[in-house]
């Protein structure tokens, strides 16, 4: 970011590369609708542009990124209650093979599950678990990210995780 804040034009590439993916699949996870994870994607790169000439690195780069992701979509969050598209927010299943469509269909069953386990966390420990799983932060980032403790963040992470063993037991 500090290249790209420089006048480095190509360094933006390599950084949309990078956390390309993950952060729209923060977002589709988080707000449960792949046309407005899309709207905040772009939103999220047009306010890291804007913001190239005042960027400080306090945190890591992704962390950073995602703080703004987050703000976002939790300020869209705020204002109407989010409806979760379950088959656009699915993924397909690495490694599942085409001659075993019975395996397809139990894991596929079992992806709906824990989507639907996610979507039914509180928004808080949602954000938590999507912002470790999708952003790889810390939880230091995520504290920092969502303005809260290390140790609220710890067990927010600690309360959804176990949501969605119970669940998918």
Same mark, same amino acid.
């Given at each position: 970011?500090?290249?790209y804040?420089?006048?480095?034009?190509?360094a933006f *590439?390599?950084?949309?590369?990078? %956390?390309?993916?993950?952060?729209?699949?923060?977002?589709?996870?988080?707000?449960?609708?792949?046309?407005l994870?899309?709207?905040?994607?772009?939103? /999220?790169?047009?306010?890291?542009?804007?913001?190239?000439?005042?960027?400080?690195?306090?945190?890591?780069?992704?962390?950073?990124?995602?703080?703004?992701?987050?703000?976002?979509?939790?300020?869209?969050?705020?204002?109407?209650k989010?409806?979760?598209?379950?088959?656009?927010?699915l993924v397909?299943?690495?490694?599942?093979p085409?001659? *075993?469509?019975?395996? %397809?269909?139990?894991?596929?069953?079992?992806?709906?599950?824990l989507?639907?386990?996610?979507?039914?966390?509180?928004?808080?420990?949602?954000t938590?678990?999507?912002?470790?799983?999708?952003? *790889?932060? /810390?939880?230091?980032?995520i504290?920092?990210?969502?303005? /809260?403790?290390?140790?609220?963040?710890?067990?927010?992470l600690?309360?959804?995780?176990?949501?969605?063993?119970?669940?998918?037991?």
């Open positions: 970011m500090l290249r804040a420089a006048g480095e034009t190509a *590439d390599v950084l949309y590369a990078r %956390f390309r993916v993950r952060l729209l699949r923060y977002l589709a996870r988080l707000t449960g609708n792949v046309a994870a899309e709207e905040l994607f772009q939103d /999220t790169w047009s306010r890291v542009i804007d913001a190239r000439a005042r960027y400080s690195p306090s945190a890591r780069f992704g962390a950073y990124l995602f703080r703004i992701a987050h703000h976002l979509a939790i300020d869209h969050i705020r204002r109407q989010p409806h979760i598209d379950i088959d656009s927010v397909e299943f690495p490694g599942v085409d001659d *075993d469509p019975a395996l %397809f269909l139990d894991q596929f069953e079992r992806m709906q599950k989507v639907r386990l996610v979507e039914a966390l509180p928004v808080e420990q949602r938590v678990l999507l912002m470790r799983a999708e952003g *790889d932060l /810390t939880l230091e980032e504290a920092q990210s969502v303005g /809260t403790g290390r140790e609220t963040i710890k067990s927010r600690r309360y959804a995780l176990a949501k969605l063993r119970e669940g998918l037991s």
